[in-house]
């Protein structure tokens, strides 16, 4: 006995809906698997010490590395600009704070020399950062 054979080709619809959801899934490894940068800009290594934070809305963070590179507010600087940059921010703002982020590794002599120049351009208040201390 003999079978026919048909043979139908049906034309369906594609469900995109596991595609989707495969791309979704992707998307959240991807995102769960990738580093993030916490504080983009320059690395230097604070010392640590307990105090309070200073308010940031009227404050300059002047960033001295270890190879006694000066960056203010994110802007490589030398000495000489040092004083005029901060002479028109103390024009401007005579209340904001300079906050001189120090690598521990610093020349000191810099970071006096940085404060010195500080209060010769008029800013009234000078803080160090430091990083919180880790209590054992």
């Known amino acids: 006995m003999e079978f026919k054979r048909t043979r139908k080709i049906e034309k369906g619809r594609l469900d995109i809906a596991p595609l989707v959801d495969v791309i979704f899934l992707l998307l959240i490894f991807f995102m769960l698997s990738s580093s993030f940068i916490l504080q983009p800009g320059i690395n230097v290594n604070l010392p640590e010490?307990?105090?309070?934070?200073?308010?940031?809305?009227?404050?300059?963070?002047?960033?001295?590395?270890?190879?006694?590179?000066?960056?203010?507010?994110?802007?490589?600087?030398?000495?000489?600009?040092?004083?005029?940059?901060?002479?028109a921010t103390a024009r401007k703002n005579p209340r904001c704070t300079l906050i001189i982020n120090a690598d521990t590794s610093a020349r000191h002599g810099s970071v006096v020399e940085i404060m010195n120049i500080a209060q010769q351009a008029g800013i009234a208040s000078i803080a160090i950062g430091t990083k919180p201390l880790e209590l054992p």
Not at 61 to 77: D, G, M, P, S
């Open 49 to 87: 010490a307990r105090g309070k934070d200073h308010n940031l809305q009227e404050n300059m963070v002047l960033t001295l590395t270890k190879e006694n590179q000066i960056f203010l507010n994110n802007e490589r600087t030398t000495f000489e600009g040092l004083h005029r940059r901060l002479l």
